[in-house]
Every structure is written in structure tokens, then in C-alpha cells.
């Protein structure tokens, strides 16, 4: 599962993406990054500072099987949690991106590349 990270104002959030099964979607899912253990970066073979967090705080689901179907946002604020205008613009501009790939991939007939 390929993550990505980012910092802004002293805090530490990630992307994650992965194949939601049950949803026949792509997820791609925003929470906050947490620093990453000695073992974690030996495992992963590289220099990686921070993790996905727990629960997600945004997620989109990226139907891939149908390009009539549109993604969705899903909104998780179980304490009220507040993300910077600035990390919602970078996960749209993921989600987006994914829309994208998924969308050319379907018009080529390629499911490798959807799944």
C-alpha cells in the first residue's frame, strides 16, 4: 500500500492508497502520520520519518470497474478534528490524480492497471 506524506504547521499527515475490495474502488485515505520506529524503517529498507495514522480522517472511493460511477468523500470527525485547508487541497489533488488513472486505465481495457 503506497502512502504519501506531508507537514504543515508543525503537524504531520498522510495519504494512503489501497484497493477497497468490498467497495470494487480504489481508497484513498487522509490521517494523521505518526513518527515511524526504528524497526519500521529497517523493515521498509528506507529512510521513512512518518506512517499512516489510524482512522482516516477524509476518504474517497474511486470506482474503477465503471467510469459512470463517481467518486465519493467520506467525512470522519468523530472528536471534531479540524484538517488545514492546505492538506484538503492536496488530498483532492490525489483523489483527482486517481480518478484520472483510473478513468485512462478503463478506456484502455487495461485491469491490471485498476487493480
Known amino acids: 500500500m503506497p502512502w504519501e506524506v506531508r507537514e504543515h504547521a508543525g503537524h504531520h499527515y498522510a495519504v494512503l492508497f489501497h484497493y477497497a475490495l468490498p467497495d470494487d474502488a480504489w481508497s484513498v485515505e487522509l490521517s494523521e502520520a505518526v513518527p515511524a520506529s526504528a524497526e519500521e524503517v529497517e523493515n521498509l529498507n528506507a529512510?521513512?520519518?512518518?506512517?499512516?495514522?489510524?482512522?482516516?480522517?477524509?476518504?474517497?472511493?474511486?470506482?474503477?470497474?465503471?467510469?459512470?460511477?463517481?467518486?465519493?468523500?467520506?467525512?470522519?470527525?468523530?472528536?471534531?478534528?479540524?484538517?488545514?485547508?492546505?492538506?484538503?487541497?492536496?488530498?483532492?489533488?490525489?483523489?483527482?490524480?486517481?480518478?484520472?488513472?483510473?478513468?485512462?486505465?478503463?478506456e484502455q481495457g487495461e485491469p491490471e492497471a485498476v487493480e
Open 47 to 106: 529512510a521513512v520519518a512518518y506512517l499512516p495514522g489510524g482512522a482516516p480522517l477524509l476518504r474517497a472511493l474511486v470506482p474503477d470497474e465503471d467510469p459512470n460511477l463517481e467518486p465519493t468523500v467520506h467525512v470522519y470527525s468523530p472528536d471534531g478534528h479540524v484538517v488545514p485547508y492546505e492538506i484538503v487541497r492536496w488530498f483532492m489533488e490525489q483523489v483527482a490524480d486517481e480518478v484520472e488513472r483510473c478513468r485512462i486505465a478503463f
